[in-house]
């Protein structure tokens, strides 16, 4: 998603660097290396790498589940499920190269979950493997399949509900989940794919970035991108229409956390942090240097909006309808932020 | 979804300031702003500046507000993934299908990928399918039991057509400088198929084609295209070229084909509505039915109405109407003029025609602008190299639609994995020229004569469209 005002200012400076691009050759280009060195390999390339990790010990969950289906099991399920959408929902502020490129978002986490299929799928006689899903639609596996299995529709489901097949079904799903993340990892890891070269080496034989500014643009772009995902489509679609079927993440009651990590991954690439990982080295150092109150207004305007959402009372789905000028507040407070990052901090990357 | 509050004139404000800033950028140094020409503006003032891998989205430059939200909420129905009906929301997807999303194979917009294996499920590539003949006003005769596409994917519970195959033909092309290049070519095959098939099946495989631009595309005048036509080759240039005349299904008339590799769609609408009926099994008021040629694995449990809304089969059309398409790229660079050049004197320019005016358009930013989209929108025989041997309407089994140029630069920046040419079959622009024959033959044989240095000029041009 684009909007009107990023893309007047992409038009605004890029005609005025085609017209001056004789003489900006004169001029010394300062070198971004070490910020996208810190954010391909400490914050992009950690994060995925949580994910295949968070993902494998999902699998293990639920294959745990389906051999002792016992509440505690499926507690520990849920559990694994939510500490794996974490870091998912972390790098969707970046939802740009193998993600994009290879088909692995859709598999990943495709909405809706398509239900009638998967009832289907659930009364036939295939083996429920993780070679049978992933030759299936992104609709039938997944986080939000996986979801679906393990809270149920209302998200009250009891393990005595499950039954043999959907345990088997979350088990083959769960594996399938944990290959697709592994296999996003190791396209970015420079030992496999290593498309993280392609950021890193941004200007300088990168295949697919021709400048280390036209990196930074992707990076930042991806940022003005998520902010508007959450407020005006996340938030946006099941508010509006006061619909829960369009709330993601709403069988696990999760939508609020999955809210504020895609926040936490603007901060994270923003700031050149995540987790223990990075060494600061991030955007923000430039921003800082060429408009330190914009710099200013976007770190502060992240931590307003993780808050914002995050003291919505109740479950997303309750306040919806119980606490409306909550829900309004926080999805302001999005386009606040995605504003700041439109009308200041990506101006400054386009002209750099 | 669009609500940053800007109203139009507050656009023309910071088109004022575009205006400001070159003049302040180039006080000092440089008061003469070089002279740019026309052409690097590809979409008149619809263009945008991107050079990135999201060059595709943007939607046109001059779009009102009106235009812009409409284009944001078409944004997400692009993406939008389909469900087996009854479904709470997004339901009717195939039985029959190929992806459930229109962006599943045009990534980003840009082309979509060929299959890496045997079945792949996950490839931008589909075939088309008839047997021998033609049908009412031209169009091609569907299989029995397959259509005219082979959906290889199904709902569960019901049999997907069939998987593809693929072998592939290597030859060599050598240059009159005696360098050599390898081409390969592929031979699309039916694998699996859920019945048997009739013995003649006509194939013909297509790879989903970028779709930047098309609203643009639209807009020129029939008038313009007919102006180019030279069915009998009277000025005796080698190069013929005639339109398609295709259905359209609304009008219920015949009319010039404009869309798609064989141009055998008129319009936008009936384009975005003839993919997702064909592709995503989505019926609408364009095509009521579901595509089942003599098939009984054809319900998609929904009963009523069309799968896709009125509202959402005119928005599938309208995303792409309104996308822009980029500006060239290092127009002033000495490697890309000598291109350009070299571009008008061994003819491409021919088929590729530069330059367009479009006529007047429903989207009023589509209206008036003068575009540089390289293409005549024309039939041209390809020659044998190329040839599906499926006819389409007017078009014969060498006879292919000119490519737009605008954007092409830009590729596998959008999509690293995506090649060139109706199957895919070219990995780079290179590989694409070596393939034409046909009417094309002369100036394929005029690039194979050129040095390498030259070679790399025209291409350096491409690159920068």
């Known amino acids: 998603m684009k909007n009107l005002l990023s893309f007047i200012l992409l038009l605004t400076f890029t005609l005025g660097f085609v017209a001056c691009n004789d003489d900006d050759n004169n001029n010394p280009v300062e070198d971004y290396s070490t910020i996208l060195i810190n954010t391909g390999e400490n914050v992009i390339l950690k994060t995925y790498e949580s994910l295949a990790t968070h993902a494998a010990s999902l699998q293990a969950a639920t294959q745990a589940l389906e051999v002792n289906p016992s509440q505690a099991n499926l507690d520990a399920a849920r559990t694994a499920w939510i500490a794996t959408r974490s870091p998912w929902e972390q790098s969707e502020g970046f939802l740009f190269g193998p993600v994009?490129?290879?088909?692995?978002?859709?598999?990943?986490?495709?909405?809706?979950?398509?239900?009638?299929?998967?009832?289907?799928?659930?009364?036939?006689?295939?083996?429920?493997?993780?070679?049978?899903?992933?030759?299936?639609?992104?609709?039938?596996?997944?986080?939000?399949?996986?979801?679906?299995?393990?809270w149920g529709e209302t998200g009250?489901?009891?393990?005595?509900?499950?039954?043999?097949?959907?345990?088997?079904?979350?088990?083959?799903?769960?594996?399938?989940?944990?290959?697709?993340?592994?296999?996003?990892?190791?396209?970015?890891?420079?030992?496999?794919?290593?498309?993280?070269?392609?950021?890193?080496?941004?200007?300088?034989?990168?295949?697919?970035?021709?400048?280390?500014?036209?990196?930074?643009?992707?990076?930042?772009?991806?940022?003005?991108?998520?902010?508007?995902?959450?407020?005006?489509?996340?938030?946006?679609?099941?508010?509006?229409?006061?619909?829960?079927?369009?709330?993601?993440?709403?069988?696990?009651?999760?939508?609020?956390?999955?809210?504020?990590?895609?926040?936490?991954?603007?901060?994270?690439?923003?700031?050149?942090?995540?987790?223990?990982?990075?060494?600061?080295?991030?955007?923000?150092?430039?921003?800082?240097?060429?408009?330190?109150?914009?710099?200013?207004?976007?770190?502060?305007?992240?931590?307003?909006?993780?808050?914002?959402?995050?003291?919505?009372?109740?479950?997303?789905?309750?306040?919806?309808?119980?606490?409306p000028a909550a829900v309004a507040a926080a999805q302001q407070s999005v386009r606040d932020l995605q504003a700041i990052l439109e009308e200041q901090i990506l101006p400054i990357v386009s002209n750099l | 979804m669009f609500d940053v509050e800007i109203d139009y004139n507050m656009r023309n404000v910071f088109l004022s300031c575009i205006t400001v800033v070159l003049c302040i950028a180039c006080n000092e140094d440089d008061p003469v702003v070089p002279i740019q020409p026309e052409s690097v503006l590809a979409g008149g003032e619809t263009t945008i500046f991107s050079t990135g891998p999201d060059a595709f989205t943007f939607p046109l430059a001059n779009l009102d507000e009106a235009g812009l939200s409409r284009h944001f909420i078409a944004d997400g129905i692009f993406g939008q993934q389909f469900v087996s009906a009854p479904a709470s929301q997004f339901g009717g997807i195939g039985p029959l299908f190929n992806q459930n999303s229109c962006e599943s194979c045009h990534l980003r917009n840009g082309r979509g990928i060929v299959p890496q294996y045997d079945g792949d499920p996950n490839s931008g590539l589909l075939l088309r399918l008839s047997v021998p003949g033609a049908g009412a006003h031209g169009s091609i005769i569907p299989v029995p039991g397959f259509g005219g596409q082979l959906q290889n994917k199904a709902i569960f519970n019901v049999a997907a057509e069939g998987k593809l195959g693929k072998t592939e033909i290597t030859q060599l092309v050598q240059y009159l400088d005696g360098s050599t290049i390898e081409l390969v070519r592929p031979v699309y095959t039916i694998l699996d198929p859920y019945i048997s098939l009739p013995g003649e099946v006509l194939i013909s495989p297509r790879l989903a084609p970028p779709v930047h631009g098309l609203g643009l595309l639209e807009a020129i005048t029939d008038d313009d295209i007919l102006s180019l036509v030279d069915e009998h080759d009277a000025d005796g240039d080698g190069i013929s070229g005639r339109p398609n005349i295709v259905w359209d299904v609304l009008a219920q008339d015949t009319r010039i084909g404009r869309f798609g590799w064989k141009a055998e769609q008129p319009t936008?609408?009936?384009?975005?509505?003839?993919?997702?009926?064909?592709?995503?099994?989505?019926?609408?008021?364009?095509?009521?039915?579901?595509?089942?040629?003599?098939?009984?694995?054809?319900?998609?449990?929904?009963?009523?109405?069309?799968?896709?809304?009125?509202?959402?089969?005119?928005?599938?059309?309208?995303?792409?109407?309104?996308?822009?398409?980029?500006?060239?790229?290092?127009?002033?660079?000495?490697?890309?003029?000598?291109?350009?050049?070299?571009?008008?004197?061994?003819?491409?320019?021919?088929?590729?025609?530069?330059?367009?005016?479009?006529?007047?358009?429903?989207?009023?930013?589509?209206?008036?602008?003068?575009?540089?989209?390289?293409?005549?929108?024309?039939?041209?025989?390809?020659?044998?190299?190329?040839?599906?041997?499926?006819?389409?309407?007017?078009?014969?089994?060498?006879?292919?639609?000119?490519?737009?140029?605008?954007?092409?630069?830009?590729?596998?920046?959008?999509?690293?994995?995506?090649?060139?040419?109706?199957?895919?079959?070219?990995?780079?622009?290179?590989?694409?020229?070596?393939?034409?024959?046909?009417?094309?033959e002369a100036s394929k044989e005029d690039f194979r004569a050129l040095s390498k240095k030259d070679r790399d000029a025209l291409i350096a041009f491409l690159m920068s469209l």
Not at chain 1, 161 to 180: C, P, S
Not at chain 1, 226 to 239: T, W
Not at chain 2, 400 to 408: A, F, K, V
């Open chain 2, 268 to 440: 936008g609408g009936q384009q975005a509505a003839d993919a997702a009926h064909n592709d995503m099994g989505l019926t609408s008021f364009y095509f009521p039915a579901e595509h089942c040629d003599g098939q009984d694995n054809c319900s998609d449990g929904l009963q009523t109405g069309y799968d896709a809304d009125d509202e959402t089969t005119k928005l599938f059309a309208f995303y792409f109407q309104t996308l822009a398409v980029p500006a060239q790229r290092d127009y002033d660079l000495p490697e890309v003029k000598k291109g350009k050049q070299l571009f008008e004197t061994i003819q491409c320019a021919g088929c590729h025609t530069p330059k367009h005016i479009t006529g007047t358009h429903e989207i009023a930013a589509l209206s008036g602008q003068t575009i540089f989209p390289y293409t005549d929108l024309l039939l041209h025989d390809m020659g044998e190299g190329l040839a599906d041997h499926r006819p389409s309407y007017q078009a014969n089994g060498q006879e292919w639609r000119t490519s737009p140029l605008w954007g092409i630069g830009l590729t596998q920046v959008i999509n690293p994995k995506a090649t060139f040419l109706h199957d895919g079959r070219a990995k780079t622009l290179e590989e694409a020229i070596l393939w034409h024959g046909g009417e094309a």
């Open chain 1, 100 to 150: 994009d490129q290879e088909g692995i978002d859709p598999s990943i986490d495709s909405w809706p979950v398509n239900v009638t299929d998967l009832n289907n799928v659930l009364a036939s006689a295939n083996a429920l493997t993780v070679e049978f899903l992933a030759q299936q639609e992104g609709t039938l596996k997944g986080f939000h399949t996986i979801e679906f299995l393990l």
């Open chain 1, 156 to 323: 009250q489901k009891t393990v005595g509900e499950i039954t043999t097949r959907e345990f088997e079904y979350l088990a083959a799903a769960a594996g399938a989940l944990a290959a697709d993340a592994q296999h996003l990892y190791d396209l970015w890891k420079p030992s496999g794919g290593n498309f993280i070269a392609n950021v890193t080496n941004a200007g300088n034989g990168s295949q697919v970035y021709i400048s280390q500014k036209s990196a930074l643009e992707e990076i930042t772009n991806a940022m003005v991108i998520i902010a508007d995902e959450v407020a005006n489509g996340k938030i946006n679609d099941p508010f509006s229409q006061q619909d829960l079927t369009l709330e993601e993440s709403r069988f696990s009651a999760n939508s609020k956390a999955d809210f504020a990590n895609n926040i936490r991954s603007i901060k994270n690439i923003y700031t050149g942090v995540f987790d223990a990982f990075g060494n600061g080295d991030a955007i923000s150092d430039i921003i800082r240097d060429k408009n330190a109150q914009a710099d200013a207004a976007v770190l502060n305007q992240i931590d307003l909006t993780i808050a914002s959402i995050e003291t919505i009372p109740g479950t997303f789905s309750e306040a919806i309808f119980a606490n």
